[in-house]
């Protein structure tokens, strides 16, 4: 699913004149069947770019259009958006209130469809995407680890099969083995089951390993945006603007400035350390 963002201005309120846009003359277009990070300081405009994309808010000028659906425009249907747009917040686990994961899961799916047919079999069937299991049906959400409470959360987002999974700092919160299994998650989505996904996230790390293009945010406006590999390589300019950069490039980018050595493309930490590696031994051999 598509998302088209075409001269978008949005202003928190519309009576203060001089106040601060959040967001300013934003255009851009992120393709479908990708993963999307947008990145930027704090205060940069990315939670505004969410709250649009969700449908949350609507823009003071401009327009917003997620695959068929033109959000600038009143009286589209809600209900069928909300199917096809998913939305997982922040710590999405602080917001169970259901007693068994099974109920958690199934409780959007009641809410949006009166006729519940083969809930249970939907139920599992989404389980199984974010790699959990029936013995997981009857467990209390509040009584699993962290990792598990979040992808209890991503399923019960799945469960209406949405076609753009929209995802707030999902890792925040994680240790490292949950993180690298969401990031597993993730990749699966979009390659198995043609899912759109957009990440809002200071966690670049994460993001240079799994997104396909990056969009970059400062003061409310797009001050870059291209695949990782074009936006990421340009370290002086996302120091400039404030962004994060991932410890990967920045780590490739010192080796290079010290020796001349250019390490390329290095998808995590694992394959920098063997291209390190496999230049001392290629140094050593050389000077046998």
């Known amino acids: 699913m598509e998302v088209i963002f075409r001269d978008v201005t949005y202003k928190y309120n519309l009576n203060e004149p001089n106040e601060k846009k959040a967001l300013e003359d934003v255009s851009v277009c992120l393709d479908s069947n990708l993963i999307h990070g947008i990145i930027g300081p704090i205060g940069s405009g990315k939670s505004t770019m969410l709250e ?35 939305l997982v917040y922040q710590f999405p686990e602080k917001q169970f209130f259901c007693n068994t994961v099974a109920e958690e899961v199934s409780f959007a799916q009641k809410v949006f469809d009166k006729k519940n047919k083969n809930i249970k079999n939907r139920v599992i069937k989404v389980l199984k995407m974010v790699g959990l299991d029936e013995s997981y049906l009857k467990r209390s959400p509040f009584s699993l680890d962290g990792g598990e409470k979040r992808r209890v959360a991503i399923a019960s987002v799945l469960i209406s099969n949405p076609k753009l999974l929209i995802m707030d700092e999902p890792t925040i919160g994680l240790d490292y083995k949950s993180k ?29 390993e799994i997104v396909d293009n990056v969009v970059v945010l400062n003061n409310g406006k797009i001050v870059k945006e291209g695949n990782k590999l074009s936006v990421f390589s340009d370290v002086d300019y996302l120091d400039k603007n404030n ?22 493309y290095q998808p995590n930490i694992n394959h920098l350390v063997k291209a390190i590696n496999d230049i001392k031994e290629n140094m050593v051999i050389q000077n046998e």
Not at 182 to 207: A, E, F, N, P, Q
């Open 243 to 264: 962004t994060p950069v991932p410890s990967i490039v920045r780590v490739s980018k010192m080796i290079y400035d010290k020796t001349g050595i250019d390490l390329g």
């Open 52 to 86: 649009l994309m969700n449908g949350i808010t609507k823009p003071t000028n401009g327009e917003v259009v997620i695959g068929k659906y033109d959000l600038h425009k009143s009286g589209f249907d809600f209900n069928k958006f909300r199917y096809d747009v998913g």
């Open 180 to 208: 690298k299994r969401l990031m597993g998650l993730l990749k699966t989505l979009k390659t198995r089951y043609s899912k759109t996904i957009v990440i809002v996230t200071h966690d670049v790390d994460m993001l240079y």
